[in-house]
Structures are given as C-alpha cells and as structure tokens.
C-alpha cells in the first residue's frame, strides 16, 4: 500500500518572512539507500519561462553531485535545426516529417552543460529571438515531443549518481516516476523582470512590456498544446518563487531532495 507524507517544511526560518512549502510525497516505488552509496536521485523541474528552472537545477545538481539535463535546449536545437535547413516551421506536416533527421546531443555536466545538432554547437543560435519565436510551435508537434522524450528518458536512465532535468512536462510525461518533482512559478512581472535584466545585459537595453507579453505568449502556447502541455504534475511540490532569491529557491531544492532521501 502506497505510503504517503504531508507536511510543512519551513525552508528559511532565519528570514523575516518565512517561507514554506507543503510537501505531499508518495513513497510507492521508491529506491531503497544502499549503506554508503546514495541511490541514482530523479529530479523532475517544470515551470514557466523565467521562473528560475535552469538555474535552480543547475546549481542544484553541481551541488549534488548530479547529472543536468536542459529539455528547453533540446527542443530550441531541433527548432534552430530546422530554421536552418529550410524547414517550414508553420507547417506542422513537414516539421513531423523531419523530426527524426537531426542528431541532438546533450552535455550534462551542470558546471558545463552543452547542445549540439548534427555536432554542430547550438549553444549560442538557440537563444536567438528567432528560435524563441518558434520554439513553441515545434516542440508542440506529437513527433517531436516522441523523439525528444525518448531522447531525454535514455538520458536519465544512463545518469549513474542521479539527474535533475528541467522543462515543461517532465513530472507529468517525460519521468512521472521522478523521486522528486518540483513545479516552478513566479508572477509575470517578477519574470519579466529577470528576463529583462538578461536582455539589458546581452544588449544594454531590455523592453519589459514586450518581453512580458512574449513571456505570456509562449505560456499560453505551451499550456495549450494536444501533446504533453506544461502542467504541474499532481504530486509535485509547487514552490513561488517571486520573492525569492535564487540562492533561496536552490536551497528549498536541495532541502527536498535531502528529505526525500532521508525518508527513502
Ligand atoms: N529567484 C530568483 N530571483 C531573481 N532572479 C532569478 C531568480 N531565479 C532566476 N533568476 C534569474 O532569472 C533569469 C531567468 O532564470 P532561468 O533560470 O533561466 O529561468 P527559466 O529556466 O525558468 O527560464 C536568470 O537571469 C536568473 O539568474
Ligand atoms: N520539456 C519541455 C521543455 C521545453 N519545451 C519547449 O521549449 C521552449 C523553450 O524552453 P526553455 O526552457 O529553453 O525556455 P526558457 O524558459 O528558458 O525561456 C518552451 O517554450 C517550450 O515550447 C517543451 O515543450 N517541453
């Protein structure tokens, strides 16, 4: 029978303004600790654009000791493919039809993550506005997310100490068995803000309302997708991070993960 906790955690107590989270977890199928030898940790991370994910899980898993897998530069290298081998990507037809063609390869060291496509490195063309753009309309193609997923469960399962892998629906679709899974928000502002603040300092000027309203855009794009849409999953633990720092969500992370591990 499916062991189940709810309790309140309260992360930093030390601040004038406490921060909690309920944590509901089932215990069912959880890996037993080997004496001296932590089991593999899946850590599933979703949420909105500019809700901190990349960064959380990038921090998280360095401290960890964990592998780091980014499923947005998967899904931006196969978008940055197909805009450069003149794929229409309006036309969901000939995007399922060359879904299969490029080869995308992910780094997962969390210090140095890398993305190829073909062997070329993406890192750089995918964050252009013009991959940003249409992103959501590749990714939201049933063939793409069936390679893509495919794709990021061969690497979790290869991750020999454990993954923290970060997206849209990795706790709903991609690892609903994840030991642990976290789903992200923050209000608009506060994530346009962030993104602003990137942009000011990639180009030394930043429009918020416009990187708000695209911000919007994709949310509601990638929330209203057929396939696999960006949801929280029921048993993950919602964390708000607009009046965190980062160095406050990173530590809520690993504090969950260290609990998990201790009632595993
Ligand atoms: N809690 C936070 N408070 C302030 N800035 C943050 C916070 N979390 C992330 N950031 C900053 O916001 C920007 C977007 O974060 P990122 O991790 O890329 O979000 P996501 O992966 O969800 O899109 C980055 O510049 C990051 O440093
Ligand atoms: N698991 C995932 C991750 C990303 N994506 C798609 O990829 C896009 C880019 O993701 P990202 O994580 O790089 O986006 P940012 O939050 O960094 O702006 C999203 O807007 C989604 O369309 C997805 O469909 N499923």
Redesign the pocket.
């Given at each position: 029978m499916p062991v189940s906790v709810r309790r309140t955690v309260v992360i930093f107590p030390e601040h004038s303004r406490k921060v909690s989270v309920t944590v509901a977890a089932s215990l069912e199928g959880t890996t037993p600790v080997l004496p001296g030898a932590p089991a593999p940790v899946v850590v599933a991370i979703d949420?909105p654009?500019?809700?901190?994910?990349?960064?959380?899980s990038k921090a998280v898993a360095a401290k960890l000791g964990l592998s780091y897998l980014d499923t947005?530069a998967q899904y931006r290298a196969i978008t940055w493919w197909m805009l450069t081998h003149g794929v229409d990507v309006d036309d969901p037809a000939a995007v399922a039809e060359a879904a299969e063609r490029p080869v995308i390869e992910s780094g997962t060291d969390p210090s140095a993550p890398t993305i190829t496509a073909d062997g070329e490195d993406a890192g750089g063309p995918i964050r252009t506005p013009e991959v940003t753009a249409a992103v959501s309309a590749v990714s939201a193609v049933p063939e793409v997310r069936a390679r893509i997923t495919a794709l990021q469960r061969h690497i979790a399962d290869s991750a020999e100490r454990g993954i923290v892998v970060?997206g849209r629906d990795i706790g709903t679709t991609v690892l609903p068995g994840a030991d642990l899974k976290i789903f992200?928000t923050a209000s608009p502002e506060a994530r346009a803000a962030?993104?602003g603040?990137?942009l000011k300092a990639q180009n030394g000027q930043a429009d918020l309302a416009a990187t708000r309203q695209a911000l919007l855009k994709r949310d509601q794009a990638d929330s209203s997708r057929k396939t696999s849409p960006l949801a929280k999953a029921d048993d993950a633990v919602e964390v708000d991070?607009t009046e965190?720092?980062?160095e406050?969500?990173i530590e809520c992370v690993v504090t969950l993960i260290e609990e998990k591990q201790r009632v595993a």
């Open positions: 949420g654009s500019g809700t901190g994910k990349s960064s959380t947005g970060e992200l962030r993104r603040g990137e991070t965190l720092t980062l406050q969500v």
